[in-house]
Each structure stands twice: as structure tokens, then as C-alpha cells.
């Protein structure tokens, strides 16, 4: 007869860089459900809205996250300007989608170290990482810091990058086109990794799109959904398709956010030969008065940021929907009958970020 | 504006049969958000169907309940959860109902309406 057991899962696991609580029921070895508890780093910071006005919450908005702050930054200034109606200088349009792609490639190789480490694959864990430490470099190069970016801003960009070190950030990207390729091979060629990814965690396209999954996760299963293709930042002037693998599982996950990898180089490509030359940042005047739910697309998947002004320079109302919340139901859908061996592989290939769920 | 965006006003009675509308047309649900206003809520339902974005929208007063829509979508019961625990709204027919422990904040409900300070008041601006 079946034993039914309660195991708490987090919010310290080894393959949990941060904090999230599951409460897995299980009958024997199999997880029957499993109940998440989040708010142990929540920070509150959509209530500070009513503490900064809105040009320094762009500061507040870049520490949502460590790892996609960029892009918080990014899609905060993106929902401003559209309820202001700011035109933001095509150069600079062009700089933010050079510093997202950049942004998407560090996060994923941060996740596939995270991932390998996960897996007991210490040495690609180090590669990831060490051909990591050169994206974060031609970060700081071009815009200052390297977690906190610290460059976008409300009407613009704060900092011009030179052209030359521009056309440097794709000669460099070309020498690691091939070392990420030869990693990423390895990644998912090893019988191990096949092994424990195939067929774990399956979610059909139906069940994907119906429970309101996002980015990588949504697109693994074959929905072609990529918030980009709305064209914000200079995406519409730039040649792309959503990278679809059809699987459903861990396995097809992990193959999407390396594929994705080399996509965002080649995007990075493109954008830099057509980076015009011109100003940077507009003047802002006025305040908003107004309201948009700004949409853009995260490593992670789609972020949806609600912004309501009053014409005051405090908003009245700041709202982030983050991927990772977007993804929760997914994952609790998908560990309800997957064995508690495959729980720390399941959860590692959703690439959670808890910093974004808990802003 | 990169893109067009539906807002539609609706009255909370009608909630369940747009949303059922909506899903029986193919939208996805991205997100509920809620608003503290002066003297209400306001809950936004969000859809998307091929990047066309689509809006409900409804006030509630304080302690008003509210129907889920988890039902429908099974994903909304993490935002109905949500805004239970951050704005005290209760929502009636969740399918997890988490009864306030999804979020453990310090202050419970801290977006829930309070009363403001006179000095609030008569200035009309926000706390600085």
C-alpha cells in the first residue's frame, strides 16, 4: 500500500539560489502536489512607488532583479515613455536591444552553469561561467556596471557607446560563438543529461498556452510566442523567429534557452551594422498622466508592467507580472506525478528567478 | 505606441461570462493586477490572443467580494491568491485557496484602502 508523505522542499536546496518553499505530498516516490510558499525576500517594491517619483524608481526598477535588472530598467522606461508619449532617439532604441541581447545571452549561460552544477557537471559549470565573465566584461565596457547596467533611462540611454567598440562586442562574440557551441554540445549531447532531461516534465502546447506559461518554458512545448515580434526597442527592424522545439520536457527547455543563446548573438549582429548615428536621449517634460500595461521579453519569458499616472510625479499605481509567477502554475502542473528524484531537475530547468516573484 | 491596447469597462456581474467568452475565443490569461484608488479597487484582467492585448476592467469597494475566475483559467489562482493577500480583497471559489499564507508580509494586506491622514488629505499629494 502506498505511503503518502509530506516533504518540504526549500527554501535552502542546493539547487536553489534562492529562497522558495514547496510542500511535495508524495506517495512513495511519486509527488501527488505540491504547494509553493513564496514571500521570504518580499521586498515590497511596487508600494514604493509612493516614496520615489517616477524618474528614481528607474533606479528602484534595475534592482528588482540581479540578474535581468537590465531589463527592468529597460521595460519600467519603455511603459513610461509610452504613457508620456516620449520618441526615444533611434540610436539609443538600438543600444537597449544591444544591452538586452547581451542581458538574455549572460542569463542563460549563468543558468546553464546553475543547470550543469545542478547535474554534478562541475567542469561546465566552470566554462559556462568563465565564458560568462567575458559577456559581463563587454557589459561594463559599454555600460558601466555589470549587474546594474545602470544605463537606460526615461527618454533614453545615459551612456553612447563608440561604434568601434561596437563592432568590438561582435569580432569578440564571434571568437565565443564557437567555445559556447563547443560547451553547449557537450551540454546536450551527454547521455547523462539526456537521461535525466528526456521526456521529465512533459507539458503539451495546449496545457502551456491554456496555464499561461511564458518564454522558454511556453516555447519548449511549441507555441512560437515572443513578446519581441510586438516590435518595441528596434526588434521590428531586426530579422528573428520565437525558437520552438516541440518536446514539452526538461530536455526541450534547456535545448530552447541554447538556441536562444545564439540567436541573441546573431541579433546583436544585426543590430550593431544598423545602429545609426544621432543622439542618445530626448528631454523629458511633464508627467505621466495616463496608463499602459508595457510588455517585453525577459530571458526568462514575457514581463508585463502596468503603469497608472496621475500627472503627478508620483504614480499611482506600479505593477510587475514577472515570468517566473507566470511559470509557477506550469511548475506545480508539471511536478503533480513526476518522481521526487526528478524534482531538483525539474525545478532548475524552469530557470526560476525568485528576486523577480519576490519584488 | 508600439501597440494597440483594448481596455474594456465592465461590471463585476458580468466577469465570469467574458472571461468564458474570452477563453472559448482562444485567449491566454496574463495577468490580474489590482489598483487602491481614493475610495475603491480597481481590477484589471489581462488577455492576449496573437499580441493583440485585451483589458477587463471593474471597481470594487472595500471588503467587496469578488468572483474567481480560477475555474476558467486554472493559472489565475496564483493572482487571485496574490491580490487576497496583498490588497485583502477576498475572492470567492478559488481553486487553491491559499487563505492568506502565499505571502507572508509583516504588515498584512499592506495595499489594502486605509483611511489617509488629514494632512494627506487636504494636500492631496503622496507621502514623500
Known amino acids: 500500500m502506498a505511503r503518502i508523505n509530506a516533504i518540504p522542499f526549500g527554501p535552502q536546496h542546493p539547487v536553489l539560489v534562492e529562497p522558495i ?15 509553493p510558499i513564496i514571500g521570504y525576500v518580499h521586498r515590497g517594491l511596487e508600494k514604493l512607488v509612493e516614496k520615489k517619483d517616477f524618474i528614481e524608481y528607474t533606479y528602484v526598477a534595475e534592482r528588482i532583479c540581479g540578474i535581468c535588472g537590465y531589463m527592468h530598467g529597460f521595460g519600467y522606461c519603455h511603459t513610461i515613455e509610452q504613457v508620456m508619449g516620449i520618441e526615444v532617439p533611434e540610436r539609443a532604441q538600438y543600444l537597449r536591444t544591444i544591452w538586452a541581447e547581451l542581458s538574455r545571452i549572460n542569463s542563460h549561460l549563468l543558468w546553464l552553469g546553475v543547470a550543469a552544477d545542478a547535474m554534478g557537471f562541475e567542469s561546465l559549470f566552470m566554462h559556462s561561467f568563465r565564458i560568462r565573465e567575458h559577456i559581463l566584461n563587454m557589459i561594463e565596457a559599454t555600460a558601466g556596471g555589470r549587474m546594474i547596467f545602470g544605463c537606460v533611462k526615461i527618454g533614453g540611454v545615459r551612456r553612447d557607446v563608440p561604434s568601434e567598440e561596437l563592432r568590438n562586442i561582435v569580432a569578440r562574440l564571434g571568437e565565443l560563438e564557437p567555445q559556447i557551441r563547443e560547451i553547449t554540445e557537450v551540454f546536450l549531447k551527454d547521455y547523462s543529461v539526456e537521461h535525466r532531461l528526456r521526456g521529465v516534465g512533459v507539458i503539451s502546447k495546449e496545457e502551456a498556452y491554456q496555464l499561461g506559461m511564458v518564454g522558454p518554458m511556453l516555447r519548449a512545448s511549441g507555441v512560437a510566442l515572443d513578446t519581441r515580434k510586438i516590435g518595441y526597442g528596434v526588434y521590428k527592424e531586426l530579422t528573428f523567429e520565437p525558437v520552438v522545439e516541440t518536446a514539452g520536457d526538461c530536455y526541450a527547455r534547456c535545448k530552447v534557452r541554447v538556441r536562444e543563446i545564439f540567436e541573441s548573438i546573431d541579433l546583436v549582429r544585426q543590430a550593431v551594422e544598423k545602429t545609426p548615428e544621432g543622439p542618445i536621449e530626448v528631454k523629458v517634460k511633464g508627467t505621466p498622466n495616463g496608463e499602459f500595461f508595457g510588455r517585453i521579453e525577459q530571458p526568462r519569458g514575457e514581463v508585463i508592467y502596468y503603469v497608472k499616472g496621475n500627472g503627478s510625479k508620483f504614480l499611482e499605481r506600479f505593477r510587475v ?22 524534482v531538483p531537475t525539474l525545478i532548475v530547468t524552469i530557470d526560476p528567478c525568485i528576486s523577480c516573484t519576490e519584488r | 505606441m508600439t501597440e494597440e491596447q483594448e481596455m474594456v469597462s465592465i461590471d463585476k456581474k458580468e466577469l ?14 496574463v495577468q490580474i493586477g489590482c489598483t487602491t484608488r481614493a475610495d475603491n479597487y480597481e481590477m484589471n484582467y489581462s488577455f492576449d490572443r496573437e499580441y493583440r492585448f485585451k483589458n477587463l476592467r471593474f471597481s470594487v469597494k472595500n471588503d467587496e467580494e469578488v468572483p474567481s475566475i480560477s475555474y476558467i483559467y486554472w493559472n489565475a489562482f496564483l493572482y487571485e491568491n496574490e491580490i487576497h493577500d496583498l490588497f485583502g480583497i477576498p475572492i470567492a471559489n478559488i481553486v487553491i485557496d491559499y487563505r ?29
Open chain 1, 21 to 35: 518553499h514547496f510542500d511535495l505530498v508524495t506517495e512513495d516516490e511519486t509527488v501527488v502536489d505540491a504547494i
Open chain 1, 321 to 342: 507580472r514577472v515570468p517566473t509567477f507566470a511559470n509557477l502554475p506550469g511548475m506545480i502542473k508539471m511536478l503533480k506525478g513526476a518522481q521526487i528524484a526528478d
Open chain 2, 16 to 29: 465570469v461570462g467574458a472571461v468564458a467568452e474570452l477563453r472559448a475565443s482562444g485567449y491566454r490569461l
Open chain 2, 100 to 128: 492568506g499564507t502565499l505571502y507572508r508580509t509583516r504588515i498584512p494586506s499592506p495595499f489594502k484602502l486605509t483611511e489617509k491622514p488629514a494632512e494627506q488629505k487636504e494636500s492631496g499629494g503622496q507621502p514623500s
